[in-house]
Nanobody, 129 residues
């Protein structure tokens, strides 16, 4: 059973930085497209960034371009989300998710929640002074 565990969230001041980690176990890490999503109180879950399983191609939602960087370490079965220049509107629970069919279907990563079939429990990011 594929499992994803996020870590690295916390309380940070505006303008600060965080590195979120997503540790993946129980499967073949290199087969999965991995996405980061977030959900603020009262809002729908939105895709933030994703990274392809094979070529490392990345995708970002417009609101985080230039501030967020996604990367993956296949040796550690971990995906990272570097978050810089944090804003109060970045406050949310951040989730990572795996598209387990990405390789099988030759599918590029996307920011749609429906594409991902395994989810972590989330990590809270709060941006406040």
């Amino acid at each position: 059973q594929l499992q994803l565990v996020e870590s690295g969230g916390g309380l940070v001041q505006p303008g600060g930085s965080l590195i979120l980690s997503c540790a993946v176990s129980g499967g073949t890490f290199g087969h999965y497209n991995i996405g980061w999503f977030r959900q603020a109180p009262g809002k729908e879950r939105e895709g933030v960034s994703c990274i392809n399983n094979n070529d490392g191609r990345t995708l970002y939602v417009d609101s985080v371009k230039g501030r967020f960087t996604i990367s993956r370490d296949n040796a550690k079965n971990t995906v990272y989300l570097q978050i810089n220049s944090l804003k109060p509107e970045d406050t949310a629970v951040y989730y990572c998710a795996a598209d387990s069919l990405g390789l099988l279907l030759f599918r590029l990563c996307v920011l749609s929640t429906e594409t991902y079939d395994y989810w972590g429990q989330g990590t809270q990011v709060t941006v406040s002074s």
